[in-house]
């Protein structure tokens, strides 16, 4: 090969690997945040995962306990409360079990976690609603809606950078807020509360965490079954009984401990 023929060749190679790179560049411009959505939610499938219904809607009947908290009624469906070791707190309850079971239970102002997120990320309230809408800052429930159902597959080729951007920060939020859900996240609806749960009771996990929102309060749940040791089975149902008989009695009273004295019938 002669040297103007190498310096040809050179020449239409240099050519190609621009216009490659041209591509790669445009390409990475236009789907770029895509492109990486795509590889986080390969990282990490818990961006995959968005709230199903319960898979098990039956009720546990027993004797159980009623409970008054944060301004609500309730019923636990098991009795063997240990009032001796019950602490409470500004606005949580720790309650102990002779089955070894633990529940803490924390009362939430509304909109807790939507001015956690506008004050931690210095996101100011009006360029919030730009980008997600008036509705989801209407909420807890509604901004944990919105972010539970965003997944790597809410973008498309048809989406706007700037709507890339968006989504890519809400899977940011979702990554990093996000409770342990290997098994599952479950949308939960009561007659004045909606909200989410996290892990299945099936799968036997160490805890399960319940959230449960409504317009002036919110209410978590989170059920230890391997504290210290302990093997607890709680099962669907009897997550279900607490959702199923939940209401409120009274506004919303962080400060009020907790009550356990008086039997379900």
């Known amino acids: ?45 818990v961006l995959r995962q968005t709230p199903v219904p319960v898979r098990d809607p039956s009720v546990t009947e027993s004797a159980g306990r009623k409970i008054a908290f944060c301004g609500c009624a309730y019923e636990f469906p098991w009795s063997d409360v240990n009032d001796a070791k019950t602490k409470s707190g500004v606005n949580s309850t720790i309650l102990f079990f002779d089955s070894g079971l633990v529940v803490i239970s924390k009362c939430e102002p509304p909109r807790e976690f939507v001015d956690g997120v506008l004050s931690s990320f210095k996101v100011k309230a009006a360029s919030f609603r730009q980008a997600y809408g008036d509705s989801v800052m209407d909420s807890d429930y509604a901004l944990w809606t919105r972010l539970l159902q965003t997944t790597p597959d809410s973008m498309t080729v048809d989406t706007s950078q700037r709507q890339q951007g968006a989504i890519m920060a809400l899977l940011v939020l979702k990554a990093m807020a996000m409770p342990p859900a290997d098994s599952g996240i479950f949308a ?6 909606n909200g989410f749960q996290y892990r299945d009771p099936q799968a036997k996990p160490k805890s399960v965490l319940m959230n449960l929102y409504a317009d002036d309060r ?31 009695v009274g506004p919303y009273v962080p400060l009020k401990q907790v009550s356990t004295s008086v039997p379900a019938k």
């Open 1 to 45: 090969m002669g040297s103007g023929s190498k310096g040809s060749f050179l020449a239409r190679l240099a050519a190609a690997l621009l216009a490659l790179l041209v591509a790669a560049g445009v390409i990475l411009w236009l789907f770029g945040f895509a492109l990486e959505a795509r590889y986080w939610g390969w990282r990490m499938p």
């Open 218 to 248: 919110g209410l978590e749940f989170q059920f230890f079954l391997n504290y210290n040791g302990a093997s607890v089975h709680v099962s669907q149902a009897d997550l279900n009984r607490i959702v199923r008989t939940i209401h409120k």
């Open 188 to 193: 939960i609806h009561a007659h004045e509360f």
